[in-house]
T-cell receptor, first 111, second 116 residues
Framework: QKEVEQNSGPLSVPEGAIASLNCTYS??????FFWYRQYSGKSPELIMS????GDKEDGRFTAQLNKASQYVSLLIRDSQPSDSATYLC???????????FGKGMKLTVNP | NAGVTQTPKFQVLKTGQSMTLQCAQD?????MYWYRQDPGMGLRLIYY???????DKGEVPNGYNVSRLNKREFSLRLESAAPSQTSVYFC???????????????FGDGTRLSIL
């Protein structure tokens, strides 16, 4: 059974701080990694994809992937109250079309 | 450009009733998915369709059936609804994987289903 683990949180940070969200996965053949943001009562929204080891930056968001250690993380710099949401990690690979999702981490950014 | 459209948005059923949740995408994606989301359980895959004419079970298929009507549409049917199927249902679609690289999934707005 492929597993994706996220700290359940919740995580609370002050406005302007860096929020760090972490995810580990069990399947070593995983090749594709995604971070989704989900506001309360809304659907998941893709914010980052990462496929290679290292860092990938998009605006205030940085995804970090380490396949040897089987973890992927998301850093949110200069956190804003509008970043308050649940963040879902998703992992795929091994020839499957399926994503396996973590249970999500709720982030609250306090003004 | 609607993306993934789900109908209905809300539904209340009585135990034993049947209903079909509809999903359509206009992004010409090959793959489509049905998930349910329950508090503390995350997103769980019910069924998916990697291409028109094919469907496969996911993690929690019991009590559900699906139909990939054509490339655009993928429906989810509850034949005899049970209170345990009260949940938020999401449909998603994606382009086919390129080798070992999976494409991201794009989600509809969800259907909030209550079964009394």
């Amino acid at each position: 059974q492929k597993e994706v683990e996220q700290n359940s949180g919740p995580l609370s940070v002050p406005e302007g701080a860096i929020a760090s969200l972490n995810c580990t996965y069990s399947d070593r053949v995983s090749q594709s990694f995604f971070w989704y943001r989900q506001y309360s009562g809304k659907s998941p929204e893709l914010i980052m994809s990462i496929y290679s080891n290292g860092d990938k930056e998009d605006g205030r968001f940085t995804a970090q992937l380490n396949k040897a250690s089987q973890y992927v993380s998301l850093l949110i710099r200069d956190s804003q109250p509008s970043d308050s949401a649940t963040y879902l990690c998703a992992v795929a690979g091994g020839g499957s079309e399926k994503l396996v999702f973590g249970k999500g981490m709720k982030l609250t950014v306090n003004p | 450009n609607a993306g993934v459209t789900q109908t209905p948005k809300f539904q209340v059923l009585k135990t034993g009733q049947s209903m079909t949740l509809q999903c359509a995408q206009d992004m010409n994606h090959n793959s489509m998915y049905w998930y349910r989301q329950d508090p503390g359980m995350g997103l769980r895959l019910i069924y998916y369709s990697a291409s028109e004419g094919t469907t496969d079970k996911g993690e929690v298929p019991n009590g559900y059936n699906v139909s990939r009507l054509n490339k655009r549409e993928f429906s989810l049917r509850l034949e005899s609804a049970a209170p345990s199927q009260t949940s938020v249902y999401f449909c998603a679609s994606s382009e086919r994987s390129l080798g070992t690289v999976n494409q991201p999934q794009h989600f509809g707005d969800g259907t909030r289903l209550s079964i009394l």
